[in-house]
Nanobody, 124 residues
Framework: QVQLVESGGGLVQAGESLRLSCTAS????????MSWFRQAPGEERKFVAG????????LYADSVKGRFTISRDNAKNTVYLQMNRLKPEDTAVYYC?????????????????WGQGTQVTVSS
């Protein structure tokens, strides 16, 4: 069993930055692929970025490439999402998710564990 807790959300202006954190409790964090998803009001939850167990592979949605960076610190059981040059369309609840796998996948149904979400609001 893995419990995930996100933090770092907030209200920022367009062009500013935020860093989200997701800390996991439970065993074998380094065995998990970790990803970030987001869900805007009235929309489906969508993949944002993912990272494999050792950080050697990362994957990003086209909408965030070049602006967002996912990273992880296995010693701290934490995955991060650095979000730069934020846009109003990045406004959403951001969720951390974990999958016991060596590959990064993008489907919401693939992930076994989810955090409670953290709100990110970007004003224009």
């Amino acid at each position: 069993q893995v419990q995930l807790v996100e933090s770092g959300g907030g209200l920022v202006q367009a062009g500013e930055s935020l860093r989200l954190s997701c800390t996991a409790s439970g065993r074998s964090f380094s065995s998990y692929t970790m990803s970030w998803f987001r869900q805007a009001p009235g929309e489906e939850r969508k993949f944002v970025a993912g990272i494999n167990w050792n950080g050697g592979t990362t994957l990003y949605a086209d909408s965030v490439k070049g602006r967002f960076t996912i990273s992880r610190d296995n010693a701290k059981n934490t995955v991060y999402l650095q979000m730069n040059r934020l846009k109003p369309e990045d406004t959403a609840v951001y969720y951390c998710a974990a999958l016991l796998s060596i590959v990064v996948v993008t489907g919401t149904d693939d992930y076994e564990y989810w955090g409670q979400g953290t709100q990110v609001t970007v004003s224009s």
